[in-house]
């Protein structure tokens, strides 16, 4: 029969277990903390930018919004678009879309044709003139309201809903074969 004995750990032994014991509790509570932070990113990203963008009544009614960066939809009127070729500097006015609306196309003739509805005045530096920018089409400016009333886009994307229309048979040329 074998004989088993019983020892006493050496202190040793316990310090050793204990430090793994507590490199343990730290590594999980940084990443807990980790966690957090990412979660807490998480929700105050969504929450701050859960809009893309405002709309000029928004922007023009609101004080608040003076030299703070925004992004803004208008409607362009066509009739105010200036473009300086030698220093790049484009200038247009946009309208307000209404918030509601079923077809685009629709509510950015509105817009513009609207002499009620708000406009605000638009200095978009070191750009080329883009083809998309003309008449009735869909703004789309980031950038900061100055204290002159105009705003500083410092991108201009836009969107012309009569150049995207659906395409039916009726609709197909010569050009493009059914497939």
């Known amino acids: 029969m074998a004989q088993a004995t019983w020892e006493k750990p050496s202190s040793a032994a316990l310090l050793n277990s204990q430090q793994r014991s507590s490199g343990r509790w730290k590594f999980m509570l940084g990443g807990l903390l980790i966690l957090a932070a ?61 918030t509601e609306f079923d077809d685009l196309a629709e509510a950015l003739h509105q817009a513009v044709s609207d002499p009620a509805a708000s406009q605000l005045h638009i200095v978009v530096e070191n750009a080329v003139m883009p083809d998309l920018l003309k008449h009735e089409a869909q703004a789309i400016l980031p950038g900061t309201l100055g204290e002159d009333g105009r705003f500083y886009a410092t991108d201009l994307l836009l969107k012309c809903p009569s150049r995207f229309e659906e395409a039916g048979p009726e609709n197909l040329s010569a050009d493009h074969p059914q497939m």
């Not at 979660?39 to 003076?66: K, Q, W």
């Not at 009127?77 to 946009?94: A, H, L, R, S, V």
């Open 38 to 98: 990412v979660v807490y990113l998480v929700i105050s990203g969504t929450l701050t930018s859960a809009r893309f963008f405002i709309t000029v009544d928004e922007l023009v009614n609101n004080p608040a919004y003076v030299g703070k960066t925004v992004q803004i939809s208008g409607a362009v009127i066509g009739d105010t678009i200036q473009y300086d070729e030698k220093n790049g500097i484009i200038e247009f006015t946009i309208a307000n879309i209404p």
